[in-house]
């Protein structure tokens, strides 16, 4: 089979697609706008669950690869009070492999290997039924033509427009992000309260969420909900000030918790979008989507699974029906589209409960979680 397939994105989407359309032989190139794999904080870190993310991993042969690097403790949970009472401290067992942590830069370069990647590769405009195939046209002025183009470019897809009119929706949630370094040295008492996983604090409407990463890495995340231009009259790049508007936020809370904020260093606005819950497309020869680009939700664990298992799923059935490349892709839509409602149902449902004007909703979503 030499038919030309492009993945546009380098994400773990992305990557596992074209991991293991390679695994099966199939030649396949990934279009990549980042300069480089290290150009830019690759973010948080991922639990990667059973039957999602590391059934993918399975399927491009790296489960036992990615077992070695991830961290199963990582799975603990702690969750808060605004006053700072613990009211609910959970711990994996030592077998346990439900959704173990993986950092995105270990899991990029897991995937990586020795796969085609055109980096500094800025995908503007793809243009199906050309003729000669699908037109890509780069911001930089190039073109390429493809048999099939896979839009693995996320949130913001330009891939997308190529099938489907839908534009991401602001969710009325809005997340901002720090990060403490070297906490276990600097920080030990914070280091604590976060333990081996995350610890999570919920009030009315709004949230502070710490999780480890490896090598003494926290993530911190604020959620609140609140227009999307909240921050009009306040600078972001300034840390200070921006510092002084969250913990205004959040008054009264336990002072750990506030510590958590205290101590950032830069902080990124990161405002929660979606796109419909049942979001479809007519078929369109050559193109397609995967992850994201084809089913944005809430970021409650299942994106990044969705995304991997989306990859792996569309390249065995590419590479099962290798005659029929239009019908494989239309094959694998259709499978895609009935997983992902039920997984934007259930996160869409979530969001509303994390973030709720009764923090017991939170706490019984928790609950519910884990039994």
């Known amino acids: 089979m030499r038919h030309r397939i492009a993945v546009v994105g380098g994400g773990p989407g992305g990557l596992t697609l074209a991991r293991v359309l390679h695994r099966h032989g199939c030649p396949v190139t990934v279009l990549e706008r980042d300069p480089a794999p290290d ?75 020795s796969l085609d990647v055109q980096w500094g590769r800025e995908v503007a405009q793809v243009v199906p039924g050309t003729g000669e195939g699908v037109l890509v046209r780069y911001a930089d002025g190039r073109q390429e033509t493809f048999d099939l183009v896979v839009g693995a470019d996320g949130a913001w897809s330009r891939v997308r427009p190529a099938v489907s009119s839908a534009t991401p929706q602001y969710t009325g949630v809005t997340t901002v992000e720090t990060s403490l370094d070297d906490i276990d040295t600097r920080h030990p008492d914070l280091a604590e309260l976060v333990g081996d996983g995350s610890v999570a604090v919920y009030g009315a409407n709004r949230s502070v969420v710490a999780q480890r990463n490896s090598g003494g890495h926290v993530k911190v995340y604020v959620k609140f909900r609140a227009p999307l231009d909240w921050h009009a009259d306040l600078d972001l790049t300034d840390v200070e000030a921006t510092r002084s508007g969250l913990l205004a936020l959040f008054d009264g809370w336990a002072a750990p918790v506030l510590d958590l ?31 994201d680009a084809a089913h944005l939700m809430p970021p409650l664990g299942a994106g990044a699974n969705l995304a991997m298992l989306d990859g792996a799923e569309l390249a065995e059935s590419i590479a099962a029906d290798p005659d029929d490349l239009d019908e494989a892709v239309r094959a694998f839509e259709e499978q895609m589209w009935v997983r992902a409602e039920r997984w934007a149902t259930i996160t869409t449902a979530g969001l509303e409960r994390l973030v709720s004007p009764d923090p017991a909703e939170a706490l019984a979503l928790f609950e519910q979680v884990h039994g």
Do not use: C, Y
Not at 266 to 283: C, D, M, Y
């Open 39 to 113: 150009a830019r904080p690759p973010g948080g870190t991922l639990d990667l669950q059973e039957g999602l993310g590391q059934l993918a991993l399975d399927k491009a042969g790296l489960l036992t690869e990615f077992e070695a690097l991830s961290r199963p403790e990582g799975q603990a949970m702690r969750i808060l009070d605004t006053a700072g009472t613990v009211l609910r401290d959970w711990r994996p067992r030592p077998d346990e492999r439900a959704n173990p942590e993986i950092d995105r830069k270990q899991l990029r370069d897991l995937l990586l290997g």
């Open 261 to 291: 904020l205290g101590h950032g260093t830069a902080f990124v606005h990161r405002p929660i979008h979606v796109l419909p819950v049942s979001h479809t497309w007519a078929h369109v020869r050559g193109v397609t989507l995967v992850g």
